[in-house]
């Protein structure tokens, strides 16, 4: 082997940087660094076997007078397990066999034997990056002898270099491959995605939002948010500025699809700090099932309480004939049965009739039938429509009404429901043995009308949420209903310009108020 010259090396460590910079490519990059040492050290064979984190070969070069030569994972395991470059990777050590035919660590094969090539000398370093041990590179050179301690160092020095390569080519390939699963998340998302800039421009569209909308992206990228669907500009607020609080904004919206249609969505939107910049990503839910359930659901309330209301009225009046009918020998046995049934019916109708309120409350109707209300009177009604309930569960009604009441007008029948629906409530919550009491107070313009009780309370976050149709808090054993009451209780007493509200503290018990306007 001619002398290894230090300006040579040199070279050749500096060539072989250049190589490793040319690409991230490894199956590029590999076999380029082999035919550089091959050459420069006159070897004959060399090969490169990269390893993974548990040291198992999983790529490779190998370069055999001149040419790359195939290999398979089986041939790398067995080199690794028997030969010399098993015995680097198990020592972390360079090796230079001047004669391999005197070292039980050469693997012999059948070009060792005398009558072919013969004893031959050989090279085997480490390449460790970091600590890690990531390949190990051996050269080989027909002849016994030549491969010596100066040729060791060069190939450790190609070594080290070739490590930073596969280390920065393994970096690369997993920051790919994240990219690609984020990449993936973003495309195959099941709901649309918009990314656009703090303008509204659309920068990206998912391809669920592409297939929704039906814009091509070019199309979509010349489009602007603001213009597929009505932001609701209370919760972003104008320009957009509480979208830079960094929360995520939430409201109902229709977008405008491509075929002119517009699809019922649920967008929430957030600033994304990408980079240097900020972009807005929409995410718009497809709410039209959603929707429809509502619409159903709706007729079906509508249909069921206007079906409802005429037999039960028959009902009724069939029950005030029967009481006056019977002789009255029969009533004192009758009587109780007939007020349990009396009872059951005026519940019932109260039920539905509210059912109705907030159908026709909510369709924008306002009160016709408005007279002076009695609101002692109607206290005293709703205290008795209560009673049975009151004494089954062992509690105490406290009535604290006001003797002189201003002039207070509205609908008689469902402001009495009013109060009957906050006292049910109170009775319905509060454990047995609880007490509930009935306020009334005229105040500077308002008349007040409080029900107070000592019972569970309302947690803080659901004080305003409860007074939405079927809004319930969840709890433990809590008695069953369809959160209907309280939303009809604020349809109505709104429909009459007044207020209602709850203070309430957990585990001390709640005060329903409700207010009316005092007309002077
Ligand atoms: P429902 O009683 O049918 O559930 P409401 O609209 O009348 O419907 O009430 C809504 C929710 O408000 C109830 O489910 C209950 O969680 C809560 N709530 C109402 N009144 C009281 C009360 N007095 N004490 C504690 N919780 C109450």
Sequence with gaps: MPPVRSNASLELLYNISRELATSINLHEVLPRVLFLCVENVGAERASLIVLDEKQNPVDAAIVYKNQLIAHTTRQLQSTLDQGLAGWVRRNRKGVCLTDTS????????????????????????????????????????????????????????????????????????????????????????????????????VLEANNRALEQFGYPLKELARMNIYELHEADLEQTGKD??????????????????????????????????????????????????????????????????????????????????????????????LQPILSITNRSTERMQRLINSLLDIYRLEAGQSITDKRPLEISRLCYEAADAIQPVIEHKHQTLNLNLQSEYPRVYGDEDMIRRVIINLLENAAKYTPSGGEISLITQASAGWMQITVQDNGPGIPPAMQEEIFKKFSRVQSKNMPKGLGLGLAFCQLAVKAHNGQIWVESELNQGSSFIFTLPVVE
Excluded at 125 to 135: A, E, F, M, Y
Excluded at 314 to 323: E, G, K, V, Y
């Design 102 to 201: 005197q070292d039980e660590r050469w693997l012999r094969r059948p070009d060792d034997s005398d009558q072919r090539t013969g004893a031959k000398s050989a090279i085997c370093v480490p390449i460790v990056v970091h600590d890690q041990l990531v390949g190990v590179l051996t050269a080989v050179h027909p002849k016994p002898g030549v491969l010596d301690q100066n040729a060791l160092d060069l190939l450790q020095s190609i070594a080290d270099q070739a490590g930073f390569a596969i280390y920065n080519a393994r970096l690369y390939e997993a920051l790919q491959s994240a990219h690609r699963r984020y990449r993936e998340l973003f495309e195959e998302n099941i709901n649309p995605i918009l990314i656009t800039n703090k303008k509204g421009r």
């Design 240 to 333: 957009s500025s509480l979208l830079e609080t960094g929360k995520t904004v939430f409201y109902e919206s229709a977008f405008h699809t491509q075929d002119g249609q517009t699809l019922p969505v649920q967008v929430f939107v957030r600033a994304v700090p990408v980079d240097s910049e900020v972009v807005y990503q929409w995410v718009l839910e497809d709410i039209r099932e959603r929707k429809e359930l509502d619409a159903l659901r709706e007729n079906l309330i509508a249909m069921i309480y206007h079906d409802l209301r005429s037999p039960l009225s028959n009902i009724i009046s069939s029950l005030d004939m029967l009481h006056s009918f019977l002789p009255p020998d029969c009533m004192e046995n």
